[in-house]
């Protein structure tokens, strides 16, 4: 809402800075080839007489008019009715006055020359009023468009938000379900970190956006309780450093690839190894992730999911254009890299 409002406030600022700048723009002019400020005031006057009803007309509709009737169904036909309304209203009392030419003109031109260049101005006026308001429709549809453009961003971002809240919360509870077999000490210990776990991700991360600092204080406990399910023959490895500035970022964006990469990566028969890493360096957040790839897995199968799907389209709504997603699978390793512009 907020990021609405600022391109509403800066489209109308754009436009009363067009509007000031035509009004002003002759007399400006004037004054600087000529240096007479009375040539001036007089030209700034005759424009301001011209532009400023074409203003009240344009004004009138894109402040009014559009949002009142255009905008609300079944109210269309009132939108109609007021410019036709408006428009003849300052239009007719010049269309039923009779002008008076002047006679050198006269002599020029001929009375029905001037005729016909009195209604050709006529004319002339209501085409570019009738221009006018269907700018001011032309432009409050793209700021409708746009914005309902956003609503619907943001509702499916909460949509894929909330879908991965419980995908990640019951892969956690298994987690600690098989904890408690191996050592109950450790799982009372973890118990203590699924709070915090279970506290994050169903409040704190409700904000659009977070400190990196809380987003890895999050996965260096995710990825402890992962690590508690593996055996002696798994190697897992973290680096995610605090950056030392202030940071935002989304929250839970980076999990489903943690995820994936246990659950891929860790074959209790084999030697097998996770890494992770994430740093901060130059405004941008870069992420890895590798594992073990064993040969019955492809890429196909380990680079795909619904929680990598929901990450990848979260990644396109919150960081358009400034993000990269690569995967690369070899004959023993799979690894993931993300970078994001924040």
Request: with cysteine; glycine share 6%; charged share 20%.
């Amino acid at each position: 809402m907020a990021t609405r409002n600022r391109q509403n406030y800066l489209i109308d600022l754009a436009q009363l800075i067009a509007w000031v700048g035509l009004m002003l723009a002759p007399s400006l002019v004037d004054l600087t080839i000529t240096r007479e400020v009375s040539s001036s005031l007089k030209i700034l006057s005759g424009t301001l007489h011209l532009m400023l009803p074409l203003f009240v007309v344009y004004a009138l509709n894109y402040y009014l008019l559009i949002p009142l009737f255009l905008h609300k169904a079944g109210k269309a036909k009132w939108f109609f009715l007021s410019n036709v309304v408006l428009l003849v209203a300052w239009n007719l009392p010049r269309m039923l006055k009779t002008p008076e030419f002047p006679q050198e003109t006269l002599d020029q031109f001929g009375e029905q020359g001037m005729w016909a260049f009195y209604v050709g101005a006529l004319l002339a006026g209501i085409f570019v009023q009738v221009i006018l308001i269907a700018m001011a429709v032309g432009i409050r549809h793209i700021m409708r468009t746009n914005e309902e453009k956003m609503e619907v961003a943001q509702a499916e971002l909460t949509w894929l938000k909330h879908q991965l809240n419980p995908h990640f919360l019951f892969n956690t509870l298994n987690n600690i379900s098989s904890l408690t077999q191996i050592d109950p000490d450790k799982a009372q210990e973890s118990i203590g970190q699924l709070s915090d776990l279970l506290r994050y991700a169903l409040y704190d991360s409700e904000a659009n956006q977070v400190p990196l600092s809380a987003e890895i204080d999050f996965m260096n406990n995710y990825i402890d309780l992962m690590a508690l399910r593996c055996n002696e023959s798994t190697t897992v490895q973290k680096e995610l450093e605090e950056p030392m500035e202030h940071v935002q970022v989304a929250p839970l964006l980076f999990i489903s690839l943690v995820e994936n990469a246990f659950k891929h990566g860790v074959n209790a028969r084999y030697p097998s190894f996770v890494r992770v890493s994430m740093h901060y360096a130059g405004g941008e957040l870069h992420f890895r992730a590798e594992n073990s790839l064993f040969g019955k897995q492809g890429s196909d199968h380990i680079g795909s999911g619904i929680g990598l799907d929901n990450m990848k389209r979260r990644l396109e709504l919150l960081y358009p254009g400034r993000y990269t997603y690569s995967q690369k699978a070899d004959s023993n390793v799979y690894s993931v890299e993300v970078t994001l512009k924040v």
